[in-house]
């Protein structure tokens, strides 16, 4: 899923707003039919959430740009076709100097690392990215001088909204799995489903699941309204990412000694919502941000 959101969202977003008919034909709609795979280059070893920390540098020449600068933790980046970067043109502006840029994969002085062994999300190939003297036309800048930030806050919301469905998608993994061991586990005479202490612990899933669905139906309908919402986006994803956690760690006490297996599901549920916690935002940032919204 979370492959998916980044070649059908973040990583092809700018380029259908701002690429050239040429670069549509080449790469946007090729992308769409997954005859190439794109991805979305933000962080980097020193600016993670300090976006106003961006190094990777895109000077300005007649021909275009050449870009020098390292990203990390880039989903896809091992095996995307073109990637969407965040780069700094002007460091003296700061956040007013981003732009993102488009810079396909055969672009000389581009590499990537070996892809990152991982705790969760295994499947999911991510690496850093290396690009020096990366030299692009002007017309694979995306967007407006110094508008990189306004464009990223223009998709923040569906970025953490869509973070917000994928923990709803582990919440209900992992309740799943948990009722059904339940009602197949016996101790002492019975399914381990009879005990309170194990409905004690579906009963909390079930309701942090449906809390998490209502807080992102509301987020996702006022994105369809067109509304403004990154309030409540921020809100659904910092709710429905600690309930995922929370559900990873109750179906691997439900379970018990199987859930320290990598034979059952459990543990895979344990890992995978790990990652949650930190796309779209750090829930550091977030309830700050929460906190701020709510009145402090």
């Not at 962080?43 to 007649?62: F, H, I, M, Q």
């Not at 970067?85 to 732009?99: H, I």
């Not at 055969?106 to 990537?112: E, K, L, Q, V």
């Not at 549920?269 to 709510?294: K, P, V």
Request: proline content about 3%; aromatic content about 12%; glycine content about 8%.
């Amino acid at each position: 899923a979370a492959i998916t959101a980044m070649q059908c969202f973040m990583g092809t977003n700018f380029l259908f707003h701002y690429g050239t008919e040429e670069m549509h034909e080449k790469y946007f709609l090729p992308a769409m039919r997954g005859e190439k795979i794109s991805c979305f280059c933000l962080t980097e070893p020193e600016a993670g959430s300090d976006l106003g920390n961006v190094s990777t540098l895109a000077t300005k020449t007649e021909d275009g740009f050449v870009i020098n600068g390292m990203k990390t933790w880039v989903t896809n980046g091992p095996v995307a076709d073109f990637y969407t970067v965040l780069c700094q043109t002007d460091p003296a502006k700061k956040l007013r100097g981003l732009n993102f840029f488009f810079i396909p994969r055969d672009t000389p002085g581009f590499s990537h690392s070996k892809p990152f062994d991982l705790l969760g999300t295994r499947t999911s190939k991510i690496s850093e990215i290396s690009f020096n003297n990366c030299k692009i036309p002007h017309e694979y800048r995306l967007g407006g001088e110094g508008q990189g930030l306004n464009n990223l806050l223009s998709i923040l919301a569906e970025i953490r909204t869509m973070t917000a469905a994928l923990a709803i998608g582990l919440q209900r993994a992992a309740l799943d799995d948990s009722i059904r061991y339940a009602h197949e586990r016996a101790q002492f005479g019975r399914t381990i489903s009879k005990y309170q202490l194990i409905q004690a612990k579906i009963a909390n899933m079930a309701t942090n699941l449906e809390a998490s669905k209502l807080l992102t139906y509301r987020a996702t309908r006022m994105i369809d309204e067109n509304l403004s919402c990154l309030k409540e986006a921020s809100i659904a994803k910092y709710f429905a990412t600690e309930a995922a956690c929370s559900a990873g760690d109750e179906v691997t006490r439900i379970f018990g000694a199987y859930g320290y297996s990598m034979e059952y599901s459990a543990q895979r549920y344990y890992r995978d919502n790990r990652f949650l916690l930190y796309g779209g935002g750090t829930h550091e940032i977030l309830q700050t941000n929460i906190a701020r919204w709510a009145g402090l």
